[in-house]
Nanobody
Framework: QVQLVESGGGLVQAGGSLRLSCAASERAINTYAMAWFRRAPGKEREFVGAINWTGGSTSYADSVKGRFTISRDNAKNTVYLQMNSLKPEDMAVYYC????????????????WGQGTQVTVSS
């Protein structure tokens, strides 16, 4: 069982930056692909981005490409989501998720989830 804990959310002005962290309980996190999803009020959960188990491959939603970057530090069992040039439409609860090996963009292909962290972007 992998436990995931997100942190780093908060309130930021449009155009600002935040870095989210996802700490995993499992030492074998280096065999897991890690993803970020988000859910805005009244909307479906959507894929934001993901990184494969080696860190050598990433995938991003078109809406965040060029602004968000996912990275991982397997020695710290942690994955990061660097969010730059934030927009009001980025406001959501952000969730970290894990699955073995390779990236998928569908939430139902991930086995483990964190509780989420709120990101609020003021205009």
């Amino acid at each position: 069982q992998v436990q995931l804990v997100e942190s780093g959310g908060g309130l930021v002005q449009a155009g600002g930056s935040l870095r989210l962290s996802c700490a995993a309980s499992e030492r074998a996190i280096n065999t897991y692909a890690m993803a970020w999803f988000r859910r805005a009020p009244g909307k479906e959960r959507e894929f934001v981005g993901a990184i494969n188990w080696t860190g050598g491959s990433t995938s991003y939603a078109d809406s965040v490409k060029g602004r968000f970057t996912i990275s991982r530090d397997n020695a710290k069992n942690t994955v990061y989501l660097q969010m730059n040039s934030l927009k009001p439409e980025d406001m959501a609860v952000y969730y970290c998720a894990a699955r073995r090996w390779d990236v998928r963009t569908s939430h139902d292909e991930y086995d483990y989830w964190g509780q989420g962290t709120q990101v609020t972007v003021s205009s």
